[in-house]
């Protein structure tokens, strides 16, 4: 068994036991609890799954998505109702998520909140047809944010992993774009790096560390080249897994899709 400080996720092929794929996953990586946002910016990833919303106010925002959907039949191509839309559907997934503390990981997303956080990247994508070349850089952050918090506690699969970060990363270059600051283009590096764009990421890095004196420029830089060492394990260990299930599924065994339940901000000290 791993000790604590070596989390380890184990992956069955079916009707094979005695050959159990053993994968270091290392999404853990994912989990960063905020600790570089509190620092250098004010947003922190434990927002969205530290305000697990009732059922009163999943249908608060139920009832607002239906409304905003009734308006935009009208108009489907309103950018400010399509920018409400977005909000309102991923208000209303955050509305079905567990409550945790900011020592717990995130509690799994249900199916529902994930259907909630689907319907909001559709919107997303058509509000961004609409708006052109000026996307709310704000509205562009909460996307960003969402969808790379879904990936650390919503995925079922490495596909949904991978494709939630390629959003988070695609979202937040617009916000860091419109609105350079040293949060922003910090989590762009951060974002950048698990998408596995390692020079874009790099760029950010040194874009975020240039606004900051000399002596903060130096901590940014540090705690940016530590994610970037995750994103790396990360990188590598995803394609580790990918192989086997490639490998699984030409044997004709199904290899099961990683569960990233139960794994805590501790897994950082890794």
């Given at each position: 068994m791993?000790?604590d400080g070596?989390?380890?996720m ?9 050959n159990?794929?053993?994968?270091v ?10 600790s ?9 990833l434990g927002?969205?799954?530290n305000?697990g919303?009732?059922s ?6 139920e ?12 108009n489907?191509?309103?950018e400010a109702?399509?920018l ?5 559907q991923i ?9 945790s503390t900011?020592?717990?990981?995130p509690q ?9 956080y689907d319907q909001a ?5 058509r ?5 052109g070349?000026e996307?709310?850089?704000t509205?562009?952050?909460l996307v960003a944010?969402?969808f790379f ?5 919503g ?6 992993i991978?494709?939630?970060?390629e ?5 937040q ?5 419109e609105?350079?600051s040293?949060?922003?283009?910090s ?6 790096y698990f ?10 890095a040194?874009q975020?560390?240039?606004l900051v004196p000399?002596a903060?420029?130096k901590n940014v830089e ?6 970037r060492?995750?994103?790396?394990r990360?990188d590598?260990?995803?394609?580790k897994?990918?192989k ?19 794994l805590g901000?501790?897994?950082?000290g890794?």
């Amino acid at each position: 068994m791993a000790g604590d400080g070596e989390r380890q996720m184990l992956f069955d092929i079916r009707g094979r036991r005695k050959n159990v794929v053993r994968v270091v996953y290392a999404v853990l990586a994912l989990l960063m609890g905020g600790s570089l946002f509190l620092t250098v910016g004010p947003f922190s990833l434990g927002e969205l799954f530290n305000t697990g919303g009732t059922s009163e106010a999943s249908e608060v925002f139920e009832e607002q998505v239906e409304r905003i959907e009734g308006r935009l039949a009208k108009n489907p191509k309103d950018e400010a109702l399509l920018l409400a839309l977005t909000r309102a559907q991923i208000s209303a997934g955050n509305s079905k998520l567990e409550p945790s503390t900011e020592s717990e990981a995130p509690q799994p997303v249900s199916a529902e909140a994930r259907d909630d956080y689907d319907q909001a990247l559709v919107s997303w994508n058509r509000y961004l047809k609409q708006a052109g070349d000026e996307p709310n850089p704000t509205a562009a952050q909460l996307v960003a944010t969402t969808f790379f918090s879904v990936a650390e506690a919503g995925a079922t699969s490495l596909f949904d992993i991978e494709s939630n970060v390629e959003t988070a990363a695609t979202a937040q270059r617009i916000a860091a774009g419109e609105v350079p600051s040293v949060g922003s283009l910090s989590t762009l590096a951060i974002y950048e790096y698990f998408d596995g764009n390692f020079a874009a990421g790099d760029k950010a890095a040194k874009q975020a560390a240039a606004l900051v004196p000399k002596a903060e420029a130096k901590n940014v830089e540090k705690q940016l080249a530590e994610y970037r060492k995750r994103a790396k394990r990360f990188d590598k260990q995803s394609a580790k897994f990918a192989k086997a299930q490639r490998a699984a599924s030409g044997g004709g065994q199904a290899l099961q899709s990683p569960s990233l339940g139960g794994l805590g901000p501790g897994a950082l000290g890794q």
